[in-house]
């Protein structure tokens, strides 16, 4: 028998959550709201569907967006919670009141949640209850009831029956037909998954299942429409469909949709220009043949390389390789192309530049080295000449792929005064997108040539007023030392750290020559560590600051571990030692000093000496 007592504890659960709603915080709010599976937890199925939803739908009225959409969030995993997919359209109609929002990030967490819990719903709950949703949100006098409605097509296109699916893609033909442009738009953003879907179910040729008659006057509505912002996301549409007839290798449409791509390629407005040129290669491999097609769209390219518009020349040279590799006939690139390329290198926008120069190397593969060296090379050389640091940036950030084709050194007299003036720019990020690229430099360039044109650049790195220069500066030398061997770190590296010029009284010197020093003893020859690397961190192990010290332990830990690395030298009695004599006494006075991380570090340093001096 239930008693008083009993109902007030059930009772209690719903009461916290409603208590916490009534804060005046909307955070707090927001906060009960991410609680919502536990209090359905709390609660049974029976009192979810019949307390919880009925709560939520009086919250869902007048709460804060924030906390609306925390609740269209939550329910997207709710079907567990009311009683499993039996009960799963009982949650329809909070969302369905959520849709209702005027904010589209609202609308849209719930479209996704109904989408989700769709899934869940048998044949009879979709034509039951989910298709006539569809049906009230699309013809819904208000405009924003119809822009939600169009994202829920895809959940259901292919569970339903041929007759059913063509009428909903009659409904949806007039939401691509709409008076309002935004439910115009939404139609057209969605229609490709509708596309997509359609062609994995249909994938034998069936027109008649795959629908294309309504299909193809809905693409024709939005090539036609008069708005910009509704007609460049048929470019997205004309991918799908082409997609769809390459599948099945049909090709009786193929001059009709290649007609389009004419249109929308001259069309008055830069936003749907610039969507083709930042679909071009997407576009044209749709083709059945694109080799071919390609070809016969030679001057719509050179359109687009020459557009008035700097948004549509930076989005086709962001498409050069990919199209470029479809184009098999060498002549057409290097009369048609590469002029074009050639003066987008030199475009008045900046921004073109800098994108043809993330993408310009990758020519070089498609042209081969001589035609390369040829007609490509010049442009490439002005390129690390360009005023603009990201235009060289980006031109030696693609290095790897020149150098395949034609070799460095063909680069060398031009790119060294390019790289030595972005060492030094002002944006820090452009400083370490360049020590990033020279250990592919040094392993092309040669060591001596390295040493003479950028051995000194390299060692300034490490004393940059910006940590992460100094840390990429330190990575940086740990791979130069892999490539030219420790007879040159010695030289070149450890001797300059240890060098009288440096100034060690300076905090940041001390701290970067203990981690430069730490990252070079995994690769270079025992000796120099014991000899050269050793001594320097002892002599650190009494410095007054304790982040000097606690690092000084870190690296006493590297060193044990490297020369416990080659059991088998004929030092290791020597080694061992070092490690007992000079190495854990250190340590041993770390864990007793008064500066709490030095004694962590220590201690842990202890720990794992300790264990390697066993294996010995």
Same mark, same amino acid.
């Given at each position: 028998?239930?008693?008083?007592?009993?109902?007030?504890?059930?009772?209690?659960?719903?009461?916290?959550?409603?208590?916490?709603?009534?804060?005046?915080?909307?955070?707090?709010?927001?906060?009960?709201?991410?609680?919502?599976?536990?209090?359905?937890? =709390?609660?049974?199925?029976?009192?979810?569907?019949?307390?919880? !939803?009925?709560?939520?739908?009086?919250?869902?009225?007048?709460?804060?967006?924030?906390? $609306?959409?925390?609740?269209?969030?939550?329910?997207? &995993?709710?079907?567990?919670?009311?009683?499993?997919?039996?009960?799963?359209?009982?949650?329809?109609?909070?969302?369905?009141?959520?849709?209702?929002?005027?904010?589209?990030?609202?609308?849209?967490?719930?479209?996704?949640?109904?989408?989700?819990?769709?899934?869940?719903?048998?044949? #009879?709950?979709?034509?039951?209850?989910?298709?006539?949703?569809?049906?009230? @949100?699309?013809?819904?006098?208000?405009?924003?009831?119809?822009?939600?409605?169009?994202?829920?097509?895809?959940?259901?296109?292919?569970?339903?029956?041929?007759?059913?699916?063509?009428?909903?893609?009659?409904?949806?033909? &007039?939401?691509?037909?709409?008076?309002?442009?935004?439910?115009?738009?939404? =139609?057209? &953003?969605?229609?490709?998954?509708?596309?997509? !879907?359609?062609?994995?179910?249909?994938?034998?040729?069936?027109?008649?299942?795959?629908?294309?008659?309504?299909?193809?006057?809905?693409?024709?509505?939005?090539?036609?429409?008069?708005?910009?912002?509704?007609?460049?996301?048929?470019?997205?549409? +004309?991918?799908?469909?082409?997609?769809?007839?390459?599948?099945?290798?049909?090709?009786?449409?193929?001059?009709?949709?290649?007609?389009?791509?004419?249109?929308?390629?001259?069309?008055?407005?830069?936003?749907?220009?610039?969507?083709?040129?930042?679909?071009?290669?997407?576009?044209?491999?749709?083709?059945?043949?694109?080799?071919?097609?390609?070809?016969?769209?030679?001057?719509? $390219?050179?359109?687009?390389?020459?557009?008035?518009?700097?948004?549509?020349?930076? =989005?086709?040279?962001?498409?050069?390789?990919?199209?470029?590799?479809?184009?098999?006939?060498?002549?057409?690139?290097?009369?048609?192309?590469?002029?074009?390329?050639?003066?987008?290198?030199? #475009?008045?926008?900046?921004?073109?530049?800098?994108? +043809?120069?993330?993408?310009?190397?990758? +020519?070089? *593969?498609?042209?081969?080295?001589?035609?390369?060296?040829?007609?490509?090379?010049?442009?490439?050389?002005?390129?690390?000449?360009?005023?603009? *640091?990201?235009?060289?940036?980006?031109?030696?950030?693609?290095?790897?792929?020149?150098?395949?084709?034609?070799?460095?050194?063909?680069?060398?007299?031009?790119?060294?005064?390019?790289?030595?003036?972005?060492?030094?720019?002002?944006?820090?990020?452009?400083?370490?997108?360049?020590?990033?690229?020279?250990?592919? +430099?040094?392993?092309?360039?040669?060591?001596?040539?390295?040493?003479?044109?950028?051995?000194?650049?390299?060692?300034?790195?490490?004393?940059?007023?910006?940590?992460?220069?100094?840390? =990429?500066?330190?990575?940086? /030398?740990?791979?130069?030392?892999?490539?030219?061997?420790?007879?040159?770190? &010695?030289?070149?590296? $450890?001797?300059?750290? @240890?060098?009288?010029?440096?100034? %060690?009284?300076?905090?940041?010197?001390?701290?970067?020559?203990?981690?430069? !020093?730490?990252?070079?003893? *995994?690769?270079? #020859?025992?000796?120099?560590?014991?000899?050269? %690397?050793?001594?320097?961190? /002892?002599?650190?192990?009494?410095?007054?600051?304790?982040?000097?010290?606690?690092?000084?332990?870190?690296?006493?830990?590297?060193?044990?571990?490297?020369?416990?690395?080659?059991?088998?030298?004929?030092?290791?009695?020597?080694?061992?030692?070092?490690?007992?004599?000079?190495?854990? *006494?250190?340590?041993?006075?770390?864990?007793?000093?008064?500066?709490? #991380?030095?004694?962590?570090?220590?201690?842990?340093?202890?720990?794992?000496?300790?264990?390697?001096?066993?294996?010995?």
């Amino acid at each position: 028998m239930t008693t008083p007592e009993t109902n007030s504890d059930e009772l209690l659960p719903i009461a916290l959550l409603m208590d916490e709603l009534k804060h005046d915080d909307v955070g707090s709010r927001v906060q009960a709201m991410k609680r919502l599976d536990t209090i359905a937890l =709390a609660l049974n199925p029976e009192r979810t569907r019949s307390e919880l !939803l009925p709560f939520l739908q009086d919250v869902v009225q007048d709460d804060e967006d924030e906390v $609306i959409t925390v609740i269209a969030e939550e329910l997207a &995993k709710f079907v567990q919670y009311v009683g499993g997919p039996a009960y799963a359209t009982e949650l329809i109609p909070v969302l369905e009141n959520i849709t209702y929002n005027e904010e589209p990030i609202v609308r849209d967490k719930a479209i996704h949640s109904l989408n989700v819990i769709s899934k869940s719903f048998d044949d #009879d709950q979709i034509n039951s209850d989910f298709l006539p949703l569809i049906e009230r @949100l699309s013809e819904h006098k208000w405009f924003s009831h119809r822009v939600a409605s169009t994202g829920l097509f895809e959940s259901v296109i292919l569970r339903v029956n041929s007759d059913l699916r063509k009428k909903l893609l009659g409904l949806y033909l &007039k939401l691509v037909e709409d008076d309002t442009p935004m439910v115009r738009r939404a =139609a057209a &953003k969605h229609l490709p998954k509708i596309i997509d !879907l359609l062609t994995e179910k249909f994938k034998e040729n069936n027109i008649e299942e795959f629908n294309y008659d309504i299909i193809s006057t809905m693409f024709q509505s939005l090539l036609n429409d008069n708005q910009d912002s509704v007609k460049f996301l048929s470019v997205d549409v +004309l991918i799908s469909i082409l997609k769809h007839f390459k599948l099945n290798g049909d090709v009786s449409h193929e001059q009709e949709l290649f007609n389009s791509v004419l249109i929308l390629i001259h069309d008055e407005s830069w936003r749907v220009r610039y969507m083709v040129a930042d679909r071009f290669e997407q576009l044209v491999s749709s083709f059945n043949d694109p080799p071919s097609d390609i070809i016969r769209l030679i001057p719509e $390219i050179t359109s687009l390389m020459k557009d008035n518009e700097g948004e549509v020349r930076k =989005a086709i040279s962001k498409q050069l390789p990919g199209f470029c590799k479809l184009i098999k006939n060498s002549d057409v690139l290097l009369n048609d192309v590469i002029p074009c390329v050639e003066s987008l290198s030199n #475009d008045e926008n900046e921004v073109v530049r800098s994108a +043809l120069a993330s993408e310009i190397t990758g +020519l070089a *593969p498609i042209l081969g080295k001589d035609l390369t060296i040829e007609y490509l090379l010049p442009t490439f050389l002005n390129m690390l000449k360009d005023e603009f *640091p990201e235009v060289r940036l980006n031109i030696i950030s693609n290095l790897q792929i020149v150098n395949q084709v034609i070799g460095i050194q063909l680069l060398s007299k031009s790119l060294l005064p390019a790289i030595t003036e972005l060492a030094q720019d002002k944006q820090w990020r452009v400083r370490l997108a360049i020590i990033e690229q020279i250990p592919l +430099l040094a392993e092309q360039l040669g060591v001596s040539f390295f040493d003479e044109e950028l051995g000194e650049l390299c060692m300034s790195w490490l004393w940059d007023p910006v940590y992460s220069i100094r840390n =990429a500066a330190v990575v940086n /030398l740990e791979k130069l030392t892999v490539i030219f061997g420790s007879g040159w770190a &010695k030289a070149e590296l $450890i001797d300059r750290i @240890l060098s009288d010029k440096i100034d %060690i009284s300076n905090f940041i010197v001390r701290i970067t020559s203990v981690f430069a !020093l730490t990252n070079l003893v *995994p690769v270079v #020859d025992e000796n120099l560590v014991i000899n050269d %690397i050793l001594p320097f961190i /002892l002599n650190l192990s009494e410095d007054k600051v304790p982040n000097i010290r606690f690092n000084v332990a870190k690296s006493l830990q590297e060193i044990v571990k490297a020369l416990a690395k080659n059991q088998n030298s004929a030092n290791k009695d020597e080694h061992l030692d070092i490690i007992k004599s000079k190495i854990i *006494p250190t340590l041993e006075i770390f864990s007793k000093d008064e500066d709490v #991380d030095v004694r962590f570090y220590a201690e842990k340093s202890i720990e794992s000496v300790k264990k390697i001096v066993e294996s010995f």
